[in-house]
């Protein structure tokens, strides 16, 4: 089973920062690579696939880039519905695994 | 609109069983892949079931193969999880996703005597 890690654990920042999160595998994981957002009391929502494209719909100010193991997502401007908390997740190998989260909070 | 409505969870003991059901609408069920993912209270999501679009393939999350079957009926556009020998571990909010970025509200299983 491919282990993902994902860095921090939390992250305290003010609107409008720019924030990245990281996301490693244990093993290449080519471009297989998701980033989801979950808001309290919702379904993780999908940003990012294949490492670095957008989902329908989503901002700009959102960018995934990485591949093989070592994945990065940033938020350029942090608005107030970025308040959340972040995923990754490789779909290269089954089983389908996540990272176990990054929270990124206000100051 | 693409609508998954999950339903079936609640309160089961220990060593018990409870079938989920999704019932899908606003695109050709027959010609997607479903699959299950749950989310146990303070922890991340956890993939737990795919099935192909015909239904003749399935895969599991090692922590539920062998207790837990996927299934589908296209004429009812319906995706069900048989869970059985049920423990602590598997409560959690179940949701039914057509892909990666449609899930549906979810259904909450407590496993509990």
């Known amino acids: 089973e491919i282990v993902m890690t994902q860095s921090p654990a939390t992250l305290s920042v003010s609107p409008g920062d720019k924030v990245t999160l990281s996301c490693r595998a244990s093993?290449?994981?080519?471009?297989?690579l998701l980033w989801y957002r979950q808001k309290p009391g919702q379904a993780p929502s999908l940003l990012i696939h294949?490492?670095?494209t957008r989902a329908t719909g989503i901002p700009a100010r959102f960018s995934g880039s990485g591949s093989g193991a070592e994945f990065t997502l940033i938020i350029s401007s942090l608005q107030s519905e970025d308040f959340a908390l972040y995923y990754c997740?490789?779909?290269?190998?089954?089983?389908?695994?996540f990272g176990q989260g990054t929270k990124v909070e206000i100051k | 609109e693409v609508q998954l409505v999950e339903s079936g969870g609640g309160l089961v003991q220990p060593g018990g069983s409870l079938r989920l059901s999704c019932a899908v609408s606003?695109?050709?069920?027959?010609?997607?892949?479903m699959s299950w993912v749950r989310q146990a209270p303070g922890k991340g999501p956890e993939w737990v079931s795919v099935?192909?679009?015909?239904?003749?393939?399935?895969y599991y999350a090692d922590s539920v193969r062998g207790r837990f079957t996927v299934s589908r009926d296209s004429a009812k556009n319906t995706l069900y999880l048989q869970m059985n020998s049920l423990r602590a571990e598997d409560t959690a909010i179940y949701y039914c996703?057509?892909?990666?970025?449609?899930w549906g509200l979810g259904t909450l299983v407590i496993v509990s005597s």
């Open positions: 996703a057509k892909s990666f970025g449609e």
């Open positions: 606003g695109f050709t069920f027959s010609t997607y892949a």
């Open positions: 099935i192909n679009d015909s239904g003749s393939s399935t």
């Open positions: 093993q290449s994981v080519d471009s297989d």
């Open positions: 294949d490492a670095s």
């Open positions: 997740q490789q779909v290269k190998n089954w089983p389908w695994t």
